[in-house]
């Protein structure tokens, strides 16, 4: 089985450890992970380069902060 994942975020940085951890412990974890930081202005860019740093899969796109969230 294999799957990609795609998530959306922006200022998560209260809630990111806790759904990066939820996938990185899943039993299939996904072949590849896209996570789309939407200009995130709080500590959430730096949280999702760590776990990029350290799970192959995970790979950071980082919008430019546009004022607002657009998903």
Excluded at 10 to 23: C, Q
Aim: charge should be negative; aromatic fraction near 8%; include cysteine.
């Amino acid at each position: 089985m294999s799957y990609l994942l795609v998530s959306p975020c922006r200022n998560e940085s209260d809630y990111m450890r806790i759904t990066l951890d939820s996938v990185v412990n899943q039993t299939i974890k996904p072949d590849l992970w896209v996570i789309v930081d939407d200009g995130s202005t709080d500590a959430t860019p730096q949280v999702l380069a760590e776990y990029a740093e350290k799970y192959p899969f995970i790979k950071v796109i980082t919008r430019e902060n546009r004022g607002h969230r657009s998903v």
